[in-house]
């Protein structure tokens, strides 16, 4: 589950790697001010949510897996969390804590109501990206000494993406009628969007594994991994102290 076995060969690249990482992070931040607002449901869908009055389970499956296809802070914590699983039966079991969880959290905040500040979720999202990319160079065993379950914390970081979704659903304030058969329809959207993205992810992911590349550049990648959960983190806390709470 990290890096252990490459760290001798990966270690003095990721070092090397380290300035122009950093640079590149700075960067992306520096040239994506709207980052803030890019992930929740905006234009012609959301007035077609906002205006939806009863039952209609296909344009939210759509829209589900849209989100999720899009979902850029959701498919880098997917990212890390495959990082080091090289079985599909590992994959299906990571993967299916983090649906449940947020599956749990989408259903239950939006349903029954339960409310939090979008930019303080976001924010907890951007830091679960950096939390794994700790994980996976092996920081937490050698900060603490032993590493935490990593499927607690799958399953618990899905539980707060989970109320991110909720949070992006919320600001439409949806129609009571027909609530949980959109609200359904919408999660097994993400869910199939999510398997799209993998495929893609995980495609990827082994051609760079057959390579001898991987190795050199596991390190870099979850450095700037780091980095990313960073700056989304970054983002969302500057918009709660500029803009206020957004419930």
Request: proline share 4%; no cysteine.
């Given at each position: 589950?990290?890096?252990?076995?490459?760290?001798?060969?990966?270690?003095?690249?990721?070092?090397?790697?380290?300035?122009?990482?950093a640079?590149?992070?700075?960067?992306?931040?520096?040239?994506?001010p709207?980052?803030?607002?890019?992930?929740?449901?905006?234009?012609?869908?959301?007035?077609?949510?906002?205006g939806?009055?009863g039952?209609?389970?296909?344009?939210?499956?759509?829209?589900?897996?849209?989100?999720?296809v899009?979902?850029?802070?959701?498919?880098?914590?997917?990212?890390?969390?495959?990082?080091?699983?090289?079985?599909?039966?590992?994959?299906?079991?990571?993967?299916?804590?983090?649906?449940?969880?947020?599956?749990?959290?989408?259903?239950?905040?939006?349903?029954?109501?339960?409310r939090?500040?979008?930019?303080?979720v976001?924010?907890?999202?951007?830091?679960?990206?950096?939390y794994?990319?700790?994980?996976?160079?092996?920081?937490?065993?050698?900060?603490?000494?032993?590493q935490?379950?990593?499927?607690?914390?799958?399953?618990?970081?899905?539980?707060?993406?989970?109320?991110?979704?909720?949070?992006?659903?919320?600001?439409?304030?949806?129609?009571p009628?027909?609530?949980?058969?959109?609200?359904?329809?919408?999660?097994?959207?993400?869910?199939?969007?999510?398997?799209?993205?993998?495929?893609?992810?995980?495609?990827a992911?082994t051609?760079?594994?057959?390579?001898?590349?991987?190795?050199?550049?596991?390190?870099?990648?979850?450095?700037?991994?780091?980095?990313?959960?960073?700056?989304?983190a970054?983002?969302?806390?500057?918009?709660?102290?500029?803009?206020?709470?957004?419930?």
């Amino acid at each position: 589950m990290d890096i252990a076995r490459h760290k001798g060969r990966s270690m003095a690249a990721g070092n090397d790697a380290f300035p122009w990482l950093a640079a590149a992070a700075v960067i992306a931040a520096l040239a994506t001010p709207s980052l803030i607002h890019a992930h929740a449901i905006g234009g012609s869908d959301a007035a077609f949510v906002a205006g939806t009055t009863g039952p209609d389970p296909i344009p939210f499956l759509y829209l589900g897996a849209k989100h999720m296809v899009t979902g850029y802070d959701h498919l880098l914590y997917l990212f890390g969390v495959v990082f080091f699983l090289f079985r599909l039966r590992q994959v299906a079991l990571y993967v299916s804590l983090f649906s449940l969880g947020h599956s749990i959290t989408l259903l239950a905040g939006v349903y029954f109501g339960l409310r939090m500040d979008s930019h303080l979720v976001d924010a907890v999202i951007g830091l679960s990206v950096v939390y794994k990319a700790v994980e996976n160079v092996g920081g937490w065993r050698t900060l603490f000494g032993k590493q935490p379950d990593p499927r607690l914390s799958v399953f618990g970081f899905g539980l707060v993406h989970g109320f991110g979704l909720a949070t992006k659903l919320q600001a439409l304030h949806l129609n009571p009628n027909g609530l949980m058969t959109n609200l359904l329809s919408f999660n097994v959207g993400v869910e199939i969007g999510q398997v799209i993205a993998l495929t893609f992810i995980l495609a990827a992911m082994t051609l760079w594994r057959g390579t001898r590349l991987f190795g050199r550049t596991a390190t870099a990648a979850n450095i700037l991994l780091m980095l990313a959960g960073f700056v989304l983190a970054g983002e969302q806390l500057a918009g709660y102290v500029y803009e206020g709470s957004v419930p």
